[in-house]
Nanobody
Framework: QVHLVESGGGSVQAGGSLRLSCDVS????????MAWFRQSPGNEREGIAA????????YLADSVKGRFTISQDDAKKTVYLQMNNLKPEDTAMYYC?????????????????????????WGRGTQVTVSS
């Protein structure tokens, strides 16, 4: 019903930029919250950005606020994560995810932000490596 494929990862030096893409295929009538998570070895999966369904508002975790932006194309076929001023601590596997029926605005966030358990569909991830 929902198929997500990430691309755009790679290796970059600190201060550089990358744009991740998530090709979205949805065959339901549900409006999904689309999000990006990341996970580095030994750490929990962190929700860093979300695009609420039916809205133009977005969520960005404090760790990426001011450097990353999330957006989608008009056809809602691709979700982007623009990453600027990358830091070595941004090194991680980045995942695209979709959640239906949980997140509609910042009011629906957990005290810590996004919870991966609320997301039903996941891509396989794309690796981002930032060197100092």
């Amino acid at each position: 019903q929902v198929h997500l494929v990430e691309s755009g990862g790679g290796s970059v030096q600190a201060g550089g930029s990358l744009r991740l893409s998530c090709d979205v295929s949805i065959h339901t009538n549900i409006d999904y919250c689309m999000a990006w998570f990341r996970q580095s070895p030994g750490n929990e999966r962190e929700g860093i950005a979300a695009l609420y369904p039916g809205e133009t508002t977005t969520y960005l975790a404090d760790s990426v606020k001011g450097r990353f932006t999330i957006s989608q194309d008009d056809a809602k076929k691709t979700v982007y994560l623009q990453m600027n001023n990358l830091k070595p601590e941004d090194t991680a596997m980045y995942y695209c995810a979709a959640s239906g029926g949980v997140y509609y605005s910042d009011y629906d966030l957990h005290p810590y932000g996004l919870d991966s358990a609320d997301f039903d569909y996941w891509g396989r991830g794309t690796q981002v490596t930032v060197s100092s």
